[in-house]
Every structure is written in structure tokens, then in C-alpha cells.
């Protein structure tokens, strides 16, 4: 039976009360449903804590330090392995509930839906996000990259006729694994997907791999340098005595956070493992589609994207008769009040490629996109089965919690 109140901890138990591991149960159940996960585990017992309340999850968090200092003094004066385990598991949901900063890697499921309102991968789709401290920002999956993977499983951004996808600065990797979902049975359709550090690499393997997108190919993880890449284009071009802008001056990254990273990886899977890397030579015009979300929170990035897009996609139309679909290369990005200046330098560096032309771009909040969509299903048949969608309502919170502007570009080869 549920506790009334946080239960006690109790100076003199010689053992771990039933009621503390009945509500710190409680707790990681909470989170694990918060992270869009399905818990077969029903634990009865302990207090549940609101973790949706700001001021029961404080409390929440109150309770939890007490127990980590109560059950770390028990396991030293008695040795008991019940002890630490309370202790360990107190600790780990204190570092969730503070936020993904402070809380090592997690797994989190993203529901997506068709444009009729069926699940794009039944169950939501698989993600694996590293912890802060290997991969920096690259350890959360953003609201960019939601909301182009929704728009992508419900085709309002269409990538069907597309079959050779590269995704820049995968992440936590979910919109590349939503492209994979979306391109799923299609004959010739691949999804690489890059990213320079090695667990970022890794998540995506992981994603694709609980996706059943790696195996057959559907997904291919790459490590991707955009800064070696881009001196690498430019050599090609000189060498070739291809036409080059000769305004370009290539960025030099600083890889010390990167370096420092790699140094923190020992003991984990990703140590030690060379990861297939994207060249320029095997990849100049290997994409007919380029896809990126919230990769503008750098000046150098700015600087090179649109030199990245322009080599990586396909330049060659088909003879007189055959199908064409002009290639692609479509991005999201947040409009943040402090990166003005990185959105207006992408822009104008995609102004100036003469061989990308934009086709459209549209300015939109996560909730509004989800409300205009669920609004222009509502006389189809499915909005009996969407007002009974857990996942969706769920999506609609977190959306309510994200208040920012999201802009979506889509270029086109001319």
C-alpha cells in the first residue's frame, strides 16, 4: 500500500527498510516512464513523489540526499552490499531529477507519428544519450531535432523519394534514426550518420542497433571532422582547378574539450575503437539528401555548413525521360536570442553557393507544429485513438515546457 508521506530513515535499521526501497522504486519508475519508456514493473509500496511538480520534486530531491548520506553511513559502519546498492540508486535518481548535466547516460524512447496518426515505430523510438561529462551538448536530444523528426514521420517534410541520406552532427542520433524509420523497406535507402566524437558515434550504433536499423544496413554510423573535411574540399577543388569562392577561409577547430573527452572514455565501450571515417573524396556527391538539426551554435560551424552540404550532395541530373528529384538538404535550428549572428552567417553563406537554392523556410514553436498537425486529423478517424495516446500527451507537456522558435530551411541543387 502507498505511504501517505516520504517514509522515515529509521538511525537504527539494521538493513534497508522495505518501505525506502519501495519509494526510491517509485522514483526511477516515475523517470523511466518520463523518458517515454514502457515499464512493465509495477511496484506497490513507498511514497510517490509528483516529479512533474517543481515543489515535490525538490522535496523529492531533499529526501533522496538525506538518503544517499543515511544509507553511505550504514554501509561503512556495517559493510552490508544492501546498504551501498540504496546508497547507489539514491545517488543515480539524484543526478537524473537535477537534469542532464549532472546525470550519466540514460536510454529514452521519442514517439513519432505517421500523418494519419499511427506510430512511426510502435513503442517510440529508441535513443541512447551519453552523459554530460563525454558528450558535452551533444549528450541531450534537442528540440530541433524533434521537431524535424516528426515532420519527417509524418511526411510534411517528405524524404520518400530520397534513398542515400547523410545526417551532420547526429547526436544523440534521433533524427537520423527517424529517417531511418521513415525510409524502412525502401529499396537502396541508407541513413549515415556522423558525428566526430566516438560516443556519439557510439550512441548512434546503440540507437540503430534497438531500432533494428544497423544490421541490414539502414544505418551507418561515420565519424565526420567538418573542419578536416572542408580543407579537404577546398584541396580537391585547387587540385581539379574547380571553381572555388576565393572569400573562404576555413575555421580551425579547438579540439581540447574533444581531447578531454576521449581521455574521460576509459573502461567504456567506444575506447580504443576506430570508427570508419567520411572522406572527401568517397563522398563528393554521394547524397541525395543532407539533413542537420540545431548544428548553428558556433560561428565556425556556420562557416563551413553550407561548403559541406554543397559537396556531400549530388550535382548530376539524369538523362532526357528519367525521374529527377532535385537533391536535398533541409535543417532546423532554434532561434535563440543569442545566436542571431550564427543564423545570419548561415544564411548568408548559403546565399552565396550559387548551386543551392532555398525552396522554402518556415518559423514555428514545437507546440504549435503539434496542434496545427493534430488539429488536420482531428475529421479523419483518428482522433478518438489520439485523445487516448499516453505518448502524445506526454509530447504535449514537454512541448508546453519549450518555448522557443524553431526555423526550418530546405535547399535544393539548382
Request: charged fraction near 25%.
Amino acid at each position: 500500500m502507498a505511504l501517505s508521506a516520504p517514509p522515515d530513515l529509521d538511525k537504527a535499521a539494521s538493513e534497508p527498510p522495505e518501505e525506502v526501497v519501495a519509494t526510491l522504486q517509485q522514483v526511477a519508475q516515475a523517470l523511466t516512464i518520463q523518458r517515454g519508456i514502457t515499464s512493465d514493473d509495477f511496484f506497490r509500496g513507498g511514497y510517490v513523489w509528483d516529479i512533474v511538480d517543481k515543489s515535490e520534486r525538490h522535496q523529492c530531491l531533499q529526501w533522496l540526499g538525506r538518503t544517499v548520506e543515511w544509507a553511505t553511513k550504514k554501509w561503512m559502519l556495517s559493510e552490508q552490499d544492501e546498504w551501498e546498492q540504496v546508497a547507489e540508486m539514491a545517488a543515480k535518481l539524484t543526478s537524473e531529477l537535477c537534469g542532464k548535466g549532472a546525470s550519466g547516460a540514460v536510454q529514452r524512447r521519442v514517439s513519432l507519428w505517421r500523418r494519419d496518426g499511427d506510430p512511426l515505430l510502435v513503442g517510440g523510438i529508441a535513443v541512447h544519450e551519453p552523459s554530460f561529462v563525454h558528450a558535452d551538448v551533444g549528450c541531450k536530444t534537442w528540440g530541433a531535432a524533434i521537431l524535424l523528426a516528426r515532420r519527417i514521420a509524418r511526411q510534411s517534410v517528405d524524404i520518400s523519394a530520397f534513398r542515400r541520406c547523410i545526417e551532420l552532427g547526429s547526436g544523440t542520433g534521433l533524427l537520423g534514426l527517424a529517417a531511418g524509420c521513415a525510409l524502412r523497406g525502401l529499396e537502396g535507402a541508407s541513413v549515415t550518420m556522423t558525428d566526430y566524437l566516438p560516443v556519439l558515434i557510439q550512441a548512434a550504433r546503440e540507437g540503430a542497433r534497438a531500432n533494428g536499423l544497423l544490421d541490414n544496413g539502414a544505418i551507418v554510423p561515420m565519424k565526420m571532422d567538418w573542419f578536416e573535411m572542408a580543407q579537404d574540399i577546398v584541396a580537391l577543388s585547387e587540385n581539379r582547378e574547380e571553381p572555388t569562392r576565393g572569400t573562404m577561409s576555413i575555421p580551425i577547430a579547438n579540439y581540447l574539450d574533444a581531447v578531454h573527452r576521449d581521455a574521460t572514455a576509459a573502461g567504456n565501450e567506444w575506447e580504443g575503437r576506430i570508427e570508419p571515417t567520411l572522406g572527401a573524396k568517397e563522398s563528393k556527391g554521394a547524397f541525395d539528401l543532407v539533413i542537420a538539426a540545431d548544428v548553428l551554435y558556433e560561428m565556425e560551424h556556420c562557416y563551413v555548413i553550407a561548403l559541406l552540404a554543397n559537396h556531400l550532395l549530388a550535382a548530376t541530373k539524369p538523362g532526357v525521360g528519367e525521374p529527377y528529384v532535385a537533391p536535398r538538404f533541409i535543417l532546423t535550428t532554434p532561434l535563440r536570442s543569442t545566436h542571431w549572428r550564427e543564423v545570419a552567417a548561415f544564411e548568408a553563406e548559403m546565399a552565396a553557393t550559387p548551386t543551392m537554392c532555398l525552396v522554402s523556410r518556415d518559423d514555428t514553436t514545437r507546440a504549435d507544429d503539434l496542434d496545427s498537425w493534430i488539429s488536420g486529423i482531428k475529421d479523419k478517424g483518428s482522433a478518438t485513438m489520439l485523445a487516448s495516446d499516453l505518448d502524445l500527451a506526454r509530447a504535449i507537456g514537454e512541448d508546453a515546457g519549450d518555448s522557443l522558435i524553431y526555423r526550418t530551411y530546405v535547399y535544393e541543387r539548382c
